[in-house]
T-cell receptor, first 117, second 111 residues
Framework: GAVVSQHPSRVICKSGTSVKIECRSL??????MFWYRQFPKQSLMLMAT?????????EQGVEKDKFLINHASLTLSTLTVTSAHPEDSSFYIC?????????????FGPGTRLTVT | GEDVEQSLFLSVREGDSSVINCTYT??????LYWYKQEPGAGLQLLTY?????DMKQDQRLTVLLNKKDKHLSLRIADTQTGDSAIYFC???????????FGTGTRLQVFP
């Protein structure tokens, strides 16, 4: 099956700094990538949807200036958490999809655990 | 609304069947999915069902969909310790790429 990787798998940063998380589709071209946030023992919350070469669409309540998403190529999307605060600590998961409309499976990355101290 | 609800926990003995239930509110759902998440990992798609179907079987997995009641279930036959994980149902809607996830059910299998 298709593989999606995320880097880093874990990151600890100091409050006020920025951290970048990469999401790559390794063996397919992802027209659409999604970023989710998962709090402990809770479900996944969609943060934003990004299509290659265009601006990301953010879900209601997600600050676009704080969570910068770039989808510069068909195999790479990045999420940058700017001016991180302890409440940004979470598990961030990306997924990638090869097509739009109808059924195209979303393939999920293994997640990135962010801890802000 | 966008609520997708699941019971939080299920504990079963190895070899028994597990049934995980999910209810959703939006009747415009086109596909419904079951995902498995192991500790500290991403999600793995187990199976999915199109909204005009009422049952789908795939090896040990059986999905039942009651569209009238907006109820989805996942039955795992001959449950094994390796099936211990969190199971999420999810729905997608016509003309959107978004997945709306349920609250997750933690399945624990004991010997």
């Amino acid at each position: 099956g298709a593989v999606v990787s995320q880097h880093p798998s874990r990151v600890i940063c100091k409050s006020g700094t920025s951290v970048k998380i990469e999401c790559r589709s390794l063996d397919f071209q992802a027209t659409t990538m999604f970023w989710y946030r998962q709090f402990p023992k809770q479900s996944l919350m969609l943060m934003a949807t990004s299509n290659e070469g265009s601006k990301a669409t953010y879900e209601q309540g997600v600050e676009k200036d704080k969570f910068l998403i770039n989808h510069a190529s068909l195999t790479l999307s990045t999420l940058t958490v700017t001016s991180a605060h302890p409440e940004d600590s979470s598990f961030y998961i990306c997924s990638a999809r090869a097509g739009t409309g109808g059924f195209y499976e979303q393939y999920f990355g293994p997640g990135t655990r962010l801890t802000v101290t | 609304g966008e609520d997708v609800e699941q019971s939080l926990f299920l504990s079963v003995r190895e070899g028994d069947s597990s049934v995980i239930n999910c209810t959703y509110t939006d009747s415009s759902s086109t596909y419904l999915y079951w995902y498995k998440q192991e500790p500290g990992a991403g999600l793995q798609l187990l199976t999915y069902i199109f909204s005009n179907m009422d049952m789908k079987q795939d090896q040990r997995l059986t999905v039942l969909l009651n569209k009238k009641d907006k109820h989805l279930s996942l039955r795992i036959a001959d449950t094994q310790t390796g099936d211990s994980a969190i199971y999420f149902c999810a729905e997608s809607r016509h003309n959107t790429d978004k997945l709306i996830f349920g609250t997750g059910t933690r399945l624990q299998v004991f010997p």
